[in-house]
Each structure stands twice: as C-alpha cells, then as structure tokens.
C-alpha cells in the first residue's frame, strides 16, 4: 500500500522558516520523481518544486525561487522542502507527490497534505 505523509506544517511569521517533510513507503522511493505542490484556498494547485531520482536535479516555481530548496534522502524514502523568507501569499495546504515509473505508464500519487499558514 503506497503512503505518503507529510509533516512540519503549522503557523509562522513573515520571514520566518519552516521545514516540510515527506515520508513514502509502498514503492521503491529512489525510483521516483518527488515533488511539492501547493494550493491556496480559492486557487488551483500549483508546482513548488521537483526533485530527480538522484536529487542531482531540482526545479522551481518562480514565485519560491531563491527561498525553498528541496531536497531528499533516499535512505530514509524522505523528501524535505525547506522554507526560508516566508511571506503569507506562501500560505496553503502542501502536498507530496511521488511520480512512479512502471513499463508503459507512469503513476502518481499524494499525500494528504500539511497546512502551512503565514500570518504574524
């Protein structure tokens, strides 16, 4: 049964930082392409951030440019998105997503989602 559990979010300040994390199990998590999506309410959800198999590859959304940085350990089937200069349009629910690969498709899967809230 494939999981996906986030942790770490919670109430911060402007400028403040905060470090999410994502736990899989259920597949083989070195084999998979991480990523952070995020959604405000009222808004659709959006890519933070992805990672590669080997973390040797990272990607952005502009508006987090410069301020998140993900990363993850392979050994502990964990990815981490680390917040730093929080501002409060960075508030939303954020979700993992592992990208799996299989013979001729792909599969996705979420996490339930850790509610990150900006706001002094």
């Known amino acids: 049964q494939v999981q996906l559990v986030e942790s770490g979010g919670g109430l911060v300040q402007p400028g403040g930082s905060r470090r999410l994390s994502c736990t899989a199990s259920?597949?083989?998590?070195?084999?998979?392409?991480m990523s952070w999506y995020r959604q405000a309410p009222g808004k659709e959800r959006e890519l933070v951030a992805h990672?590669?198999?080997?973390?040797?590859?990272?990607n952005y959304a502009d508006s987090v440019k410069g301020r998140f940085t993900i990363s993850r350990d392979n050994a502990k089937n964990t990815v981490y998105l680390q917040m730093n200069s929080l501002k409060p349009e960075d508030t939303a629910v954020y979700y993992c997503?592992?990208?799996?690969?299989?013979?001729?498709?792909?599969?996705?899967?979420w996490g339930q989602g850790t509610q990150v809230t900006v706001s002094s």
């Open positions: 259920g597949f083989t998590f070195s084999s998979a392409v």
């Open positions: 990672i590669t198999t080997s973390g040797v590859t990272t």
């Open positions: 997503n592992a990208l799996t690969s299989w013979p001729g498709y792909k599969l996705a899967y």
